[in-house]
């Protein structure tokens, strides 16, 4: 069946709901009449306005945002040994004659935020490294001046790099910090600057419960505690210059103190060092292979922090109110996907929406009765100014975001900042009613219903596992970095596929076997090499190549990305301290392909890319690949080459028994690079037949999902300008037209077109 006219579509929703909206004081009117327009059944504060007193008689629901571990410097003043602490550590510094040097420990950290606590027992907490030797330095051998910010080191050697590992005092919040920064409130004579403080503490535990508690009982208008989040921060230091220096927005460096470090030892039985934290100065990030002790450390402070957050949860409940959890600021411990998480009894989740990944991270979370997106831009005057593009940045996050939404959505929408600053662009709020028409279609249209998947399953496979489902390759959030945009777009195109997807780790097959992979039918393994995405050494354990090796020959498939089982550094001869494996690639047979790193230049391969394949079959060659992963070479004289640049394999395929391994070079996102990954999992998975068991579309600017049950498949735009595009499946076959990022609902049953 073939039509070239358009389908009649149901109408957008007309219904209101689902949607919070962010207010202020000051501008009552306006505010009556946009929830009016929109439909708002919540509203909300942000950080650094408040609710305007009407606030009761505007909808359904009221969040109010609140700050466990801040905004009270009251308290903290009074407790200043409560304070939140970090580990951090000096610049390297370099000897260059023997005898004393000295460190300046906040010579790149910005001294408005963090302090040495000198305090503390730094003969046990702090540390001087030579990072020269990589030993240690005794406490003799070096001392902290009187300033409290210089350490001299007595003895140094010429030569030689040093540096100190040191806890420090947390004067200032660090999101709180950069909202004061960003939106200039060092004008603001009502502004302070807000310092943290730990739970840890037993006073300041049984301050914040009776705090949460009283404010419960003041604020009856609130029916959401939307908690900002709990202890916790992620790393956020900023360097002397006053801008952002290290970001991590997984780092668990400051979730530390001494009374938890103490706890910890009591607990598992040996001590944590300043070391463990600091990491040579790369701070654990979710790069690095985990360390057990990093490892322990996660787990026992999500332990408690899960156990501290039901107690306010509770509170919450006790009193008749929701408990929100926003999935940033002061997260660390929280872990959605943990195993403590479900404990907390949390109502629900909302997070910021950056990406397609970020918004499957919020809606994908288990055990919370619904999800909620903060969608982009926020309210802030960095985009809401002349010269800003909201609309385009509003248009862009939807487009993103819409693709994960589809498969699997979001019970809630919303924005966040100052209402004010959205109302001075009017063509934004039309966008805004728009997009929020077709978000409440996605639920609306099919009562609920998911899109069918197709019959292939999915494994992202690296250290982490479960625990960061959706989470691999960030950095901070979703923001671009030049290193990770190779990688991440493998997460992103995932997000907006037809699979299930799951996300497993190394230990899991190293301690499952092939018992772990029974309800998986593609293994993706993607990340540069020695990374905890990659893995690096862990593939020198012959459980873990085995128990692939047996899963793709038995049938399965294997996606290798950029530089995927590779452990460069270790292999080599045996008598060379490597193992005697003869590749960079520890799957290289499963590939067919390995890296070269000049130690087989004798050796020749011949690469002649095929004319045809199922996986490039409908793309037009304009891929984008990301960052050169260096030289691929063909290994197996039955490798199919479909890519090659300056004489290194970009993407190629390649039969391994009854299984199949395909290795793409990277995958930054695009639309054609999600087409490619789409075809590989098909190809690998022996799926080509069923390539069109859930439609599928000729442009892979154009994408759909059907939904069998409602008898509906929705069809949207992720390009910025008109697509047309033939979908096709079960029977059925029609051209559609859209506008510049349109998305439209065609009548479409099993079997025929309606």
Same mark, same amino acid.
């Given at each position: ?19 919070? !909206? ?21 509203? &909300?504060? =942000?950080?650094? +306005? ?47 004659t023997d005898g004393p040097v000295s460190i300046d420990l906040l010579a790149s950290w910005f001294a408005d935020q963090v302090r040495p606590d000198t305090g503390c027992d730094v003969t046990r907490w702090w540390q001087a490294h030579d990072r020269t030797t990589g030993e240690e330095l005794p406490a003799s051998a070096w001392s902290i001046e009187a300033d409290g910010r210089t350490v001299t080191v007595h003895e140094a050697l ?32 009502? &502004?302070?600057?807000?310092k943290p403080f730990d739970v840890r503490h037993e006073a300041t535990w049984s301050h914040v419960r009776a705090h949460l508690s009283a404010w419960l009982t003041e604020h009856p208008e609130v029916d959401v505690v939307r908690f900002t989040t709990f202890f916790y921060h992620f790393t956020l230091v900023y360097g002397a210059d006053a801008t952002e ?27 944590? +060092? %300043? ?12 790069? &690095? ?147 929020? *028409? ?47 945009? +190779? ?56 459980? !873990? ?8 020959? &038995? ?102 028994? *009854? ?17 490619? !990954? ?5 190809? %690998? ?27 509906? %498949? ?10 047309? =595009? ?29």
């Open positions: 069946m073939s039509l070239q006219t358009q389908p009649a579509a149901p109408l957008p929703s007309q219904a209101g709901g689902r949607l919070t !909206l962010p207010i202020q004081t000051g501008m009552d009117d306006e505010v009556r009449r946009l929830i009016a327009r929109l439909g708002a059944d919540a509203v &909300r504060n =942000s950080d650094g +306005t408040e609710l305007p007193g009407i606030v009761s008689e505007l909808a359904t629901k009221v969040y109010s945002t609140y700050f466990v571990g801040r905004g009270d410097n009251a308290w903290a003043d009074a407790h200043p040994d409560e304070a939140t602490r970090i580990f951090l550590m000096s610049d390297r510094v370099s000897a260059t010429a030569g030689h790099v040093y540096t100190v590992s040191f806890l420090a005092i947390q004067t200032w919040d660090p999101t709180q910090m950069y909202n004061y920064l960003t939106n200039g409130w060092d004008k603001d004579p009502t &502004r302070v600057k807000e220096r290290f970001v991590d927005w997984f780092g668990y460096s400051a979730s530390v103190s001494v009374p938890a470090l103490e706890a910890f030892e009591e607990e598992y039985g040996y001590r944590l +060092t %300043a070391e463990d934290f600091v990491d040579a100065g790369y701070y654990n990030n979710p790069f &690095r292979m985990p360390s057990p002790r990093f490892r322990d450390w996660i787990s026992f402070q999500s332990r408690f922090v899960a156990s501290r957050a039901k107690g306010l949860v509770d509170i919450a409940h006790e009193a008749g109110r929701e408990a929100m959890m926003f999935l940033g600021d002061n997260w660390i411990g929280m872990e959605p996907y943990g195993p403590y998480f479900p404990s907390i009894k949390m109502d629900a989740v909302v997070g910021s929406v950056g990406s397609a990944a970020t918004c499957r991270m919020i809606s994908d979370i288990p055990g919370v009765r619904y999800t909620e997106g903060r969608f982009l831009p926020y309210f802030f005057p960095d985009v809401f100014r002349e010269g800003g593009d909201p609309l385009g940045e509003a248009n862009k996050s939807w487009r993103t975001a819409r693709r994960a939404i589809v498969r699997s959505p979001l019970d809630r929408m919303g924005y966040g900042g100052y209402l004010s600053l959205a109302l001075k662009f009017p063509e934004f709020i039309d966008r805004v009613e728009e997009i929020l *028409a077709e978000f409440r279609s996605l639920h609306e249209a099919t009562g609920g219903e998911k899109p069918a998947c197709a019959p292939v399953r999915v494994a992202v496979l690296n250290a982490w596992g479960k625990l960061r489902t959706w989470q691999t390759h960030m950095v901070a959030h979703a923001l671009w970095y030049k290193q990770i945009h +190779t990688y991440l777009g493998v997460i992103e195109a995932l997000a907006g596929l037809p699979f299930d997807v799951r996300f497993m780790s190394f230990d899991e097959v190293i301690e499952g076997g092939t018992e772990a992979l029974e309800d998986v039918d593609v293994v993706i393994n993607a990340g540069a090499a020695n990374t905890s995405f990659s893995g690096g050494q862990v593939w020198e354990d012959l459980r !873990l190549q085995d128990t692939l090796r047996r899963f793709v020959a &038995r049938g399965g498939g294997f996606i290798g990305i950029g530089q995927p089982t590779a452990s460069v550094g270790t292999q080599g001869n045996a008598d060379r301290g490597g193992i005697c494996r003869g590749s960079v690639f520890a799957l290289s047979d499963v590939l067919g392909v390995d890296q070269e790193i000049s130690w087989s230049l004798s050796k020749d391969h011949y690469e002649e890319p095929v004319s045809e394949h199922f996986i490039t079959a409908d793309l037009d060659g304009d891929y984008i690949f990301g960052e050169d992963p260096g030289d691929v070479v063909v290994t197996d004289s039955t490798t199919d080459v479909l890519v090659m640049d300056r004489g290194s394999v970009r993407a190629s395929a390649h039969d391994f028994c *009854a299984g199949r391994g395909v290795y793409l070079a990277g995958l930054t996102w695009s639309t054609a690079n999600s087409r490619l !990954l789409h075809r590989a999992i098909m190809w %690998a998975a022996h799926a080509e037949d069923q390539w069109e068991s859930v439609l599928s579309s000729s442009n892979p600017d154009v994408e759909v999902a059907w939904y069998p049950e409602s008898a509906l %498949a929705f069809v949207y735009n992720d390009a910025d300008a008109p697509r047309s =595009s033939e979908i096709s499946g079960q029977g059925g076959q029609i051209l559609v037209e859209l506008a510049a990022g349109q998305g439209r609902w065609v009548e479409w049953e099993k079997g025929q077109l309606l």
